[in-house]
């Protein structure tokens, strides 16, 4: 049963635009929701993380919304860069060390 | 400071054979994790260990995987016999002590069952 999902396989944009990312959740009990970056033939690498008590956090190009009433969280990744281009990952948990991924949305910007 | 690495980068292996998997977590990391990705779908957890004890394994397909955390440091994946469905990505990560601290990943080993 997959707790955590993104809709969404792709995504392109234009180099300097904005990037949205979505990311839905059905287990109201997580409490601790991240992104994750994965080039190709590399693991996967911590972006942003964002807790349940807050409903925005930014860190430079990257903010993160989380609307716990939607059960939804989205990654604004602005300007949007060529090294911006790969496969971002949602994550989740609830009070446990223990992961629960979406299966990720591939980001290409254009130049 | 080194990252987490995992070793082999790649194994193909025949279906009924066994294959072990290693990974050396970020030195000073108690917890040390298990996740596989297949064939492009969401990445999916294994099991978690702290130090030496395993803590949650529920994600263990079954009784074919064997995971060791020896001394609490370097941990193996032993998967026996292989069948198809194990093919995928393997990733190993590691953390410091609280669960909201960062979770590391390795580059992952791909496993290739024919």
């Known amino acids: 049963d997959q707790q955590v999902k993104q809709n969404s396989p792709s995504l392109s944009v234009q180099e300097g635009r904005i990037s949205i990312l979505n990311c839905d959740y059905t287990n109201s009990m997580f409490d601790y929701f991240l992104w994750y970056k994965k080039y190709p033939a590399e693991g996967p690498t911590f972006l942003i993380s964002?807790?349940?008590?807050?409903d925005k956090n930014e860190d430079g190009r990257f903010t993160v919304f989380l609307n716990k009433s939607a059960k939804h969280l989205s990654l604004h990744i602005v300007p949007s860069q060529p090294g911006d281009s790969a496969v971002y990952f949602c994550a989740a948990s609830f009070n446990d060390y223990k992961l629960s991924f979406g299966a990720g949305t591939t980001v290409t910007v254009r130049a | 400071e080194a990252g987490v690495t995992q070793f082999p980068s790649h194994s193909v292996i025949e279906k009924g054979q066994t294959v072990t998997l290693r990974c050396d977590p970020i030195?000073?990391?108690?917890?040390l994790y298990w996740y596989r990705r297949v064939m492009g779908k969401e990445i999916k957890f294994l099991l978690h260990f702290v130090k030496e004890s395993k803590q949650d394994e529920s994600g263990m397909p079954n009784n074919r995987f064997l995971a060791e955390r020896t001394g609490g440091t370097y941990s193996t994946l032993k998967v026996q016999p292989a069948e198809l469905e194990d093919s995928g990505v393997y990733f190993c990560?590691?953390?410091?002590?609280?669960?909201?601290?960062?979770?590391?990943f390795g580059p992952g080993t791909r496993l290739t069952v024919l």
């Open positions: 030195s000073g990391h108690d917890n």
């Open positions: 964002i807790s349940s008590i807050k």
């Open positions: 990560a590691s953390s410091q002590a609280r669960h909201t601290d960062t979770q590391y």
